[in-house]
């Protein structure tokens, strides 16, 4: 099974600031996406992670709000710009690891100010 | 556009009795389902994996069913424990590795 490991695991933001979001997979995989979980709600997915190209952003998503990095096969970055206190969720990393069993990291919890 | 429902949104039930989670989608062209736990405060728990061609999984005291061209699953859990209490999500996957979750199903066993 992958391991995923996200830093930071909790932060409290100012609105209108920046924060980046690092996702580490313990080995090599093909498909990294990133998830929002806001307050109460479920799962909703925001971007998948290209190695090497730009990420491919679901509906209701834009790159210059998440930009999103992969420059390799077991690392991706998240950022969230110009912060409102309705960004203020939960962010998840996931993988597709080996059988094509989704794994996810424990979260990076949100609040803006 | 996929959608899916996860009925009950909650359940509460004595130690010891056996329950079933419903999971229901619209589209039934997928390439896999998977039950998720999520305990307060923490991330996802992977707990079964259902391929688009299998009937069932079972893992300890949880079964997983996949009826995919009436676009259901269920999740069974026998001799429920207080330890069980957690939101179980539903997460039907496309062979680009995308998901489209359910709101969960939030259990609470008790003592």
């Known amino acids: 099974s992958a391991v995923i490991s996200q830093k930071p695991s909790r932060d409290i933001c100012q609105r209108g600031t920046s924060l980046t979001i690092q996702c580490q997979v313990d080995s090599q995989v093909t498909m990294m996406f990133w998830y929002r979980q806001q307050p109460g709600q479920s799962l909703t997915l925001i971007a998948t992670a290209n190695q090497g190209s730009e990420a491919t952003y679901e509906s209701g998503f834009v790159i210059d709000k998440f930009p999103i990095s992969r420059p390799n096969l077991t690392f991706s970055t998240l950022t969230v710009s110009n912060m409102s206190p309705e960004d203020s969720s939960i962010y998840l990393c996931?993988?597709?690891?080996?059988?094509?069993?989704?794994?996810f990291g424990p979260g990076t919890r949100l609040l803006v100010l | 556009k996929q959608e899916v429902t996860q009925i009950p949104a909650a359940l509460s039930v004595p130690e010891g009795e056996n329950l079933v989670l419903n999971c229901s989608f619209t589209d039934s062209a997928i390439y896999n389902l998977q039950w998720f736990r999520q305990d307060p405060g923490k991330g996802l728990t992977s707990l079964l994996l259902?391929?688009?061609?299998?009937r069932e999984q079972t893992s300890g005291r949880l079964n997983a069913s996949l009826d995919k061209s009436s676009g259901r699953s269920t999740l069974y859990i026998a001799a429920s424990q207080p330890g069980d209490s957690a939101t179980y999500l539903c997460?039907?996957?496309?062979?680009?590795?995308?998901?489209?979750f359910g709101d969960g199903t939030t259990l609470t066993v008790k003592p």
């Open positions: 997460a039907v996957n496309t062979n680009a590795g995308k998901s489209t």
């Open positions: 259902i391929q688009s061609s299998q």
């Open positions: 996931s993988a597709w690891g080996e059988r094509e069993t989704q794994y």
